[in-house]
């Protein structure tokens, strides 16, 4: 079973700086299968990356996605206040799996 | 703009069986290059997928889950459901509905309900 460890568990900056958060799988994992998600508190979760580096519709160009085989990165290149949230990870295999999250807070 | 809606109770007592309907809107439970989730999230904690129906009416279930787990279709009333039987406190969560997207090698979840919580206690 493929377990995905998100890194740092929490990142802390400021507005303006940039943002990188790291996702590693255990085993390699098809770049399509591999999503990234924004949750604010009490809210249902956002799609964000899809295949690894596409956006999904309305997502700022601030956001992006890179990696392949068992190393991601989700990056956004200069933080706004809403972008303070917790950010997963997820693949899509046998068994749809998530990261634990990195909360991304405000410095 | 699709639209999911989680309905049922939110307390259920230990060993009893939860029950949560999901009804869609803007979209069709039948359409096809898409997959009807329930997700899961305890309190403070992270995501946990529990399983899908697809639109031609399969099922696939998280193994950890498989034996408690039912998820079926009413496509009459455009709405899915899940069944979690002999429950315990460590299923108390957030419940969401979700759908899902699949085609050209790519899957995502890509419209959430809103979450219903669900507390398991006597």
């Known amino acids: 079973e493929i377990v995905l460890t998100q890194s740092p568990g929490t990142l802390s900056l400021s507005p303006g700086e940039r943002a990188t958060l790291s996702c590693r799988a255990s085993?390699?994992?098809?770049?399509?299968?591999l999503v990234w998600y924004q949750q604010h508190p009490g809210q249902a979760p956002r799609l964000l990356i899809y295949?690894?580096?596409t956006r999904a519709t309305g997502v700022p160009d601030r956001f992006s996605g890179s990696g392949s085989g068992t190393d991601f990165t989700l990056t956004i290149s200069r933080l706004e206040p809403e972008d303070f949230a917790v950010y997963y990870c997820q693949q899509f295999g046998s068994s749809p799996l998530f990261g634990q999250g990195t909360k991304l807070e405000i410095k | 703009q699709v639209q999911l809606q989680e309905s049922g109770p939110g307390l259920v007592k230990p060993s009893e069986t939860l029950s949560l309907t999901c009804t869609v809107s803007g979209g069709s439970v039948s359409s096809g290059s898409h997959f009807w989730s329930w997700i899961r999230q305890p309190p403070g904690k992270g995501l946990e997928w529990i399983g899908y129906i697809y639109y031609s009416g399969s099922t696939n279930y998280n193994p950890s889950l498989k034996s408690r787990v039912t998820i079926s279709r009413d496509t009459s009333k455009n709405q899915f459901s899940l069944k979690l039987s002999s429950v315990t406190a460590a299923d108390t969560a957030v419940y969401f509905c979700?759908?899902?997207?699949?085609?050209?090698?790519?899957?995502?979840?890509?419209?959430w309900g809103q979450g219903t919580l669900v507390t398991v206690s006597s």
């Open positions: 979700v759908r899902g997207w699949y085609g050209d090698y790519t899957y995502f979840f890509d419209f």
């Open positions: 295949a690894a580096s």
């Open positions: 085993q390699r994992v098809t770049s399509g299968y």
